[in-house]
């Protein structure tokens, strides 16, 4: 016997019991959900993917943290310990701590945008996209063709399409272009990594001509561990090494600190233009709290710093990735359709594929997260046509290739048998597809209405 299983490094010590509910119990509370299942109660949830944001298991270590916060309105040492982190890991001399991530995108794109510029990024992000057109700006996507392709096998569906960029420039002006920025992975491509090599041309073109990079470096770390795992001459390097080497060729960055950082709340703006940060502090105490606090309590900043520690680990991190694989390679076997290659912090169903029958006006993605629910209980999340919401300018849905449900793994929380009840549950729903019907929006938010639209089942 030659295989040797890898497993996490880390033995539970504190269990959360979850309620087990009825096939009865479940229909009637996704119906009361209006079939969204952003508004399920989480006690008629058993195994929750909603989302891999705030839902992490902190270690022994962060509890402790919790312990000893500093609560002091201004200066708390808490914020001085964070700071000193985000210098050394993500390398940024200046920091504001922000409640969370759209809170950071809020402050950033009020600082950088003109009303009339335009913002190129790989891919949008539902809130990050949503303050920079507040702010006044259009977004360009930038991003590889293979991206929007569930089934290209491009090992860093992430990278940004440098003849598209450059076409952009030419395009509109270097002046219009308020900033480039790169998330890492990819969330709404299925959780794709950019690679180091693309990052740096990137770089070197923005340089060219004057424009500013940033990075949503949310879940830099997962990028990190994919740069390790496929590119040429990472192999060796530390995740923590690998990371810092990303984040030298940025400007700044913003951060939801409750994705790598496997805390329940959180968000970092940092950056090496001081000007840039002089302005971010003025504006912190604006929306956020002092700039020493940012919204936040002093013992959450303590849990951040020490997840900081924590989110470079080398075997913390193959963990989380390994488990996001080893639910993929499952669903593979079932027959199930899922975005190739396997993302970072979720797996992503192909609901156009899995419903061939129900037209994108009908909500396929949103049609099988409801499905989903209903057969086991397990909890998804919309990343489709409900997702890409509306054209600000014409007013009319956008139609994103990728019609997508996501199963988002919370870091440390589930065990592999949840994910073998949680895949067998999906291909039940697999196999009974053809006689689902999909849905009706009665209901529609005009800002990010995926978490609150209301449907019905079509007739
Ligand atoms: N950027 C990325 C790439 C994100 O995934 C998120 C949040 C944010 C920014 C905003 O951060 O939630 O702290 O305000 N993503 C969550 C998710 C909500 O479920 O993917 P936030």
Redesign the pocket.
Known sequence: MTQRSWAEPYRIKVVEPIKMTTRPMREKAIKDAGYNTFLLKSDDVYIDLL???GTNAMSDRQWAGMMMGDEAYAGSKNFYYLESNIRKYYGMPYFVPTH????A?HIISKILIRPGDIVAGNMY?T??RLHQELAGATFRDVIIDEAHDPDDPHPFKGDIDLAKLAALIKEVGAKKIAYVFM?GPV?MAGGQPFSMKNLKAVRDLCKKHGIRLWF?A??ACENAYFIKAREKGYAAKSIAAILKEMCDCFEGLWV?A??DLMVNIG?ILATRDKKVFEQARALVVVYEGMHTYGGLAGRDMEAMAIGIEEMVDYDTIRARVGQVEYCGRLLQKYGVPIVTPIGGHAVFLNARKFFPHIAQEQFPAQTLAAEIYVESGVRS?ERGIVSAGRDPQTGKNNFPNLELVRL?FPRRVYTQAHIDVMAESIAAVYDNRKKVKGLKMVFEPKMLRFFQARFKKAA
């Not at 969370?100 to 809170?103: L, S, T």
């Open positions: 989302t891999d944001s969370q991530g759209r809170a995108e992000f809130t990050t998330a969330n949503d949310t879940r939801s409750k994705k968000g999340m988002t």
